[in-house]
């Protein structure tokens, strides 16, 4: 019986894929249902089973399965497998081959990958950068910020488009790594804003109409697309003027603080511990100390030395 996708009915060119955990596998599936043919490798190879069956192609060690496309991807956990894995290979590996990364790591890392990735001669690297869970690649909302050689990216846009929407941000490597910890960075403080905010719901009389999922559609989701971006393009413009006098419109600092210590006092009251709160009153306060406490909300960028 053939597999569903075999890979004899690949209408595209090949690709190879280095790193099947939940967001390489989501790739690799992409690949193989928009017609690409797809050699994998992944460390534990159970873990490519689901690929194989869909029409993969299982690969013995990473350098065959470099070898087996002019396109490689990898996906791995963090930049150290990608130097581990690129160190091993042997200096001809790579030969006039593009590599596409989407390891998360930091700028210094990518730099030494796109070393390492000449010196195994592929002809270029490019980082990758997803903004996207593994269940919507595939999807136009899905966004992945690409930087590193132009040619080399524009070469690989016509696969990399299979994944979502591309934006290529530049020719320095690390741009897609700024790109990704920028955004990172806002998913994280919202994350735990939401899951404070549904703590709190769960211990209040609102927890019984309906749940954490109905709350979040009738309530979060307005708020987060509603609301919050008014709030967040005033303070950027305030950024980009460094003007963060309140002229009586705006609400200040002190008074912020004054509204979180509140928040923070009925949090406590229902049980709920608040220490993800507390960064947030230690940089009003250091605004404060600055001489700012009068200055609106955006001014609390001066804390954190960015200037
Ligand atoms: N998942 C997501 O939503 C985010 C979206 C934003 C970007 N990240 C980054 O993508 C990289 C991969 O993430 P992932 O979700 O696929 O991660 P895992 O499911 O944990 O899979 C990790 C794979 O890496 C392999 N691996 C780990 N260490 C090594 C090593 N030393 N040598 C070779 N392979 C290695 C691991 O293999 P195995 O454990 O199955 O044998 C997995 O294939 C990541 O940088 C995110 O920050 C995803």
Same mark, same amino acid.
């Given at each position: 019986?053939?597999?569903? +996708?075999?890979?004899? %009915? ?60 002019? &396109? ?10 990608? +130097?581990?894995? &690129? ?7 790579? +030969? ?5 990364? #989407? ?12 070393? &390492?990735?000449?010196?195994?001669? #592929? ?20 966004? @992945? =910020? ?13 696969? @990399? ?6 934006? =290529? ?19 994280? #403080?919202?994350?735990?804003?939401? @899951? ?36 967040? @393009? ?13 002229? $009586? ?13 509140? &928040? ?5 009251? %229902? ?19 600055? $001489? ?16």
């Amino acid at each position: 019986m053939s597999p569903p +996708h075999s890979v004899s %009915q690949s209408s595209q060119g090949s690709v190879s894929v280095l790193g099947l955990g939940l967001m390489g596998n989501a790739l690799a599936r992409a690949l193989i249902q928009n017609g690409w043919k797809t050699s994998v490798w992944n460390r534990t190879a159970a873990k490519a089973e689901p690929i194989v069956h869909m029409g993969g192609i299982l690969a013995a060690t990473p350098a065959e399965c470099i070898q087996a496309s002019e &396109l490689t991807i990898f996906c791995l956990l963090d930049q150290q497998a990608v +130097h581990e894995i &690129l160190g091993e290979c042997d200096a001809n590996c790579g +030969h006039g081959r593009i590599v596409v990364d #989407f390891t998360s790591g930091i700028v210094s890392d990518n730099y030494r990958s796109q070393q &390492l990735a000449a010196s195994k001669s #592929f002809s270029a690297y490019v980082r990758g950068a997803i903004e996207a869970i593994p269940q919507s690649i595939g999807l136009p909302e899905s966004i @992945l =910020y690409y930087s590193g050689d132009a040619t080399a990216f524009k070469k690989a846009e016509n696969c @990399l488009k299979v994944f979502g929407t591309s934006i =290529y941000l530049g020719s320095d490597v690390s741009l897609a790594s700024v790109q990704e910890a920028i955004l990172g960075t806002c998913f994280y #403080f919202f994350g735990v804003g939401f @899951l404070q905010s549904i703590a709190l719901l769960k211990t209040s009389k609102l927890w019984s109409s309906g749940g954490a999922e109905n709350f979040t559609t009738r309530c979060v989701i307005p708020f987060l697309t509603e609301q919050l971006p008014v709030a967040f @393009l005033d303070m950027a413009k305030e950024i980009d003027k460094e003007d963060y006098a309140t002229k $009586g419109s705006v609400v200040t600092v002190n008074t912020l603080a004054s509204s979180l210590r509140a &928040l923070m006092k009925f949090n406590v009251d %229902q049980g709920i511990p608040t220490s993800a709160f507390e960064p947030m009153l230690r940089l009003m306060e250091a605004r404060a100390e600055q $001489g700012g406490g009068g200055d609106g909300m955006a001014s609390l960028i001066n804390v954190f030395g960015a200037n």
